[in-house]
């Protein structure tokens, strides 16, 4: 199942991740996937978007990282980057959470969707630590060999570039990223956007308008974190 020919990879991430195919760990993915698949569980995203974060996002076009944990488990809302839907779906809670400091921070009004895709092609890298889940199994795959791929994602971007912002959203992302290196980069920190924490520090946090003011004095373009509309999606 984790075949490159199969799954494709945008050649600037093969360049850097291409030798984790060959490792044991990948190797027990990838049965574990077919067993999985084999014993006839629903595994979300399909094949083709398992890989999406890293193909909507070239290696050197990365200036944010926002780190998630799982797909989300529910019948067509995972679609390879992390808190964004398919434009049809229904919001998530955490990403309306998401929207409403993005409106605090930069007066931005929710769009009328939830799909990130814009984000991802300015350089955002929306990425999970796991990249598969089972249908209404949340953690599923957790522990399978997934976040040992997405850390050297992470270490990748820490050791070979400079002046990416990481946005670490809850103790997982936390203790994810904790070996970035902060003289190197910005990270920053929060509570996770879902209505369980979000109230404890996400609100305010203004991590929006922090990435940009660090692009910027490091001589990159701002996000523009206003999303098209529906209808204008290009994806």
Known sequence: MVD??????????????????????????????????????IIYPPPSQWFAAFNHTAFEQVRVVIL????????GQAHGLCFSVLPEVKLPPSLANIYKELESDLGIVQPDHGCLVSWARQGVLLLNATLTVEQ???GAHQGKGWEQF?????????????AVVFLLWGSHAQKKGAFIDQSRHLVLKSVHPSPLSAYR???????????????????YAPID????SAEDLDI
């Open 136 to 138: 209404a199994n949340a």
């Open 225 to 228: 974190w206003q999303l098209p």
């Open 201 to 219: 520090g996400f609100f305010g946090c203004k991590h929006f308008s922090a990435a940009n003011h660090y692009l910027e004095q490091h001589g």
């Open 68 to 75: 998630g944990q799982d797909p989300y488990h529910g019948a």
């Open 150 to 162: 997405t850390d050297q994602a992470i270490r990748a971007l820490n050791d070979q570039r400079d």
């Open 4 to 41: 490159r020919s199969i799954v494709k990879l945008d050649p600037s991430w093969l360049t850097v991740l291409g030798a984790e195919f060959e490792k044991p760990y990948m190797q027990h993915l990838r049965q574990f996937l077919v067993q999985r698949k084999d014993a006839g569980n």
